[in-house]
């Protein structure tokens, strides 16, 4: 059963021998690292770029221009802000070329807190993410998702933001990925490199097989009648906690959506699940002003008013400069599951 960064690896093999993935690089991407998470490690394709992320964009999108799929990681997603006006130069370019210039590149990056590495490997890029236009963004939350949306990521003749949230890239689900084994012993033994002198070490691969998620199509995680969490990432699994255990006290019906992709999103699911509940939380963990929950706060509000019980809410990271490297201040600047829970139970508890 892969962890999630297992399960991107899988993918990212079945791409370069299904789907035409010939260029995967990026920091440490290449042998013998694999990528900081170990997310590339064995692949066939992968090799190391310099420490350069304006140069890893400009790459991956000179390949792309020329017919390539190439897969680019940035390390993590705190250094991708120097590389902004080449993310701008991806996502504009089949608009603004009427056409002529597609640019089928996935950029994969690390995002959002929970492994404690303070200012430059601590935060999140979703709300600025989001004002690419012409860039589609996703962020899955679970090992199956990670494998079906990046194969989805890798066939789309678009850009694709892949955020990987670093807290869930050692994390699994219940659900397999077509083909894997079931016992992530073994899987472990046939795809993760062993600890010392690997020159000599191949991976064995499993024969995963095709599984996509459609990019925009978001998963109603738990079903519920009584309110609605908007979510993603890494917040995803801890909303899906919170309301398992509230239903368990008999507390209320949460129904949870994690939409998976924020560019495009998908309004219909989100609609839905706030039309049968009339309470909604807007929950993610990047800084709260300009946040991408408001705008789907300000949506819910234009659209919905008439049909809401109580006021719509969002509960996100605090406006802070930075994360500091101290657990206290990290669990203070970004959402935990307690504040989860209560305000949850808060949104719960308002009379309509």
């Known amino acids: 059963m892969a962890n999630m960064a297992q399960a991107i690896r899988l993918a990212l093999h079945y791409g370069e021998e299904n789907l035409g993935v010939r260029e995967i690089f990026g920091e440490d991407v290449g042998p013998p690292l694999g990528g900081v998470f170990t997310a590339t490690q064995g692949l066939k394709n992968a090799w190391n770029s310099p420490l350069d992320e304006r140069g890893i964009m400009g790459a991956a999108l000179g390949l792309a ?19 902004i006006d080449i993310l701008k130069l991806a996502a504009n370019s089949l608009w603004m070329s009427g056409g002529q210039f597609p640019a089928p590149l996935v950029i994969m990056t690390p995002t959002g807190s929970g492994i404690h590495g303070s200012l430059y490997h601590s935060h999140s ?7 690419l236009h012409g860039m589609k963004v996703v962020c899955p939350s679970t090992p199956i998702d990670a494998y079906g949306l990046m194969l989805a990521a890798i066939k789309d003749d678009n850009p694709v933001l892949y955020l990987k949230p670093k807290a869930l890239l050692r994390s ?34 499993p024969n995963v097989k095709e599984y996509l998620v459609p990019i925009g199509k978001a998963k109603i995680s738990k079903t519920g009648k009584d309110a609605t969490v908007v979510t993603h990432g890494r917040m995803a699994p801890i909303a899906l906690e919170v309301a398992r255990e509230i239903a368990q006290k008999n507390e209320g019906g949460v129904e949870v959506v994690d939409i998976r992709s924020l560019i495009p999103y998908d309004w219909d699911a989100i609609k ?28 819910t509000i234009d659209e919905l008013f008439y049909e809401l019980k109580v006021r719509p809410r969002l509960l996100a990271g605090k406006a802070t400069p930075g994360i500091g490297l101290s657990a206290i201040l990290e669990f203070a600047s970004v959402p935990q599951k307690a504040d989860v829970e209560r305000a949850v139970k808060d949104l719960l508890a308002e009379p309509a």
């Open 125 to 131: 890029f979703d709300s600025v993410a989001t004002k």
């Open 172 to 205: 699994r689900n219940e659900e397999l990925i077509p083909g894997e084994p079931p016992d992530e012993k073994e899987l472990k033994s046939m795809i993760d490199a062993p600890i010392g002198d690997r020159s000599k070490w191949k991976p064995r691969w």
């Open 65 to 83: 221009w020329a017919g390539l799929r190439p897969v680019a990681e940035v390390q993590f997603v705190d250094y991708i802000f120097n590389a």
């Open 272 to 299: 839905q699940s706030i039309r049968k509940t009339g309470r909604v939380l807007f929950l993610n963990e990047e800084t709260e002003i300009t946040n991408f929950g408001e705008h789907l706060l300000r949506r």
